[in-house]
C-alpha cells in the first residue's frame, strides 16, 4: 500500500524552507561539497557574475576579487557560473524492495523520494536543470519536468504512486548513468538494502570519471531485532514478497547483533569504496535522518566547522500492524 499523501510531512516543508531560505552563493558551496567544481557548459560565458557579497568566515580565499575588494574598502568574495552544474540527475530504485520498511516506520522509498526532494530544493534554487529518472526490471522511466520545487514534490509523488510489483534492476539504472553525455552534471541515485554489489560498483567507477556521483542508501528494519521499529512495541516484520511473517523465535538478540554488525561493515566499505571513486554516500534509517545529514553537509560547507550538527525534532511515525523486511 502506498503511505498517505505526502504533502503534510514535516521534512518536506523544512526541504522547502531550506531551499527557499538559503542564497545562492551559499547553496553553491553546499552542491559544490557534492558535486566538486568544474566549468559549466552553458552558454552564455562560463564567467558570468552570479553575486558580490561582504567576506564571511569559512569563505574559500580563492573566491575572494581583490579588485572589487579595493574599490569597496572591504573584502568581498564573488560567486560566478563557472561553479555551477547544469543538469542533475536524479535517479530512483523503483523495484519492490523499496517497499521496505525502515525503523521509522516509513517506507524505503518515501525516504529515498525526500533524499531527492532534498537535491531538488537546492538544485532548483540554483536554476539547474532536473532529470528524474525511475527504474525497475520492467523498465527504464524518465519523468518529464519543468517548474520549480512544488512541481518536483507533486511529480515524484505521482510517480511513486505505483503498484511496486517489479524487482529491482539496478544495473539497468547505472548503464542509464553510464551513457549520459553531459559531462559533470551531477547524477545521485536512490536505493536501499544490499543492492550495491561487485558489478554495480564497477559501473559507478565508470560514472565517477566523467559525473560527481552521491549514492543515497536507505536502511531498512533489522528483522530479527525485537523491536524492529523504534517506540512501536509488538510490531512483526513480513516478507515483502510472501507476506509471511519472520518467525517468532528468530528475533533473537544475537541474530540481531550479527545483522547489524555485518550491515555496519557493508556501509564502511561501501563508503570507501566509492570514496576512492569519488563518489560519496548518504546513508540513513529515515527521512529525519537523512535531512539531519545534508543539513550536516551544508553547515560544513558554509562554516568549515568539522563536527558541526543540526538539532532536528524526530516526528511520529504512523502505527502498522506488520512491516515488510
Known sequence: MIDARRHEDPVRRRIEALGTSMSLPTVARALGVLEGEHRSPRRGG??????VRAYEIGDEARRIDWKIS??????MVVQRE???SSRVHLLMDAGREMTATCPSGEHAYAVAANALCMFAALTLRRSDDVSLVLGDMSRITRVPFHGGF????RQIDEATDRSWSRPRNLGALLDYAVRLRDRHALVVLATCGDAVGDDELRRVRRIAQTHPFVLIDVATVNPFAADPVAGRRGVRVVDGVSGRRIPAFLTRRTLADEVATHRAYR??????????????LIHADSSEAMFHDFVRLISLSRLGAPGARSHL??????PRKGVPA
Open 313 to 318: 525534532r524526530a516526528g511520529a511515525a504512523r
Open 267 to 280: 556501509v564502511s566499505a561501501l563508503r570507501q569504496e566509492l570514496s576512492r571513486a569519488g563518489a560519496r
Open 70 to 75: 579595493a574599490r569597496s574598502g572591504r573584502t
Open 150 to 153: 512544488a512541481q518536483f514534490e
Open 46 to 51: 562560463t564567467d558570468d557574475l552570479l553575486d
Open 82 to 84: 563557472r561553479r555551477s
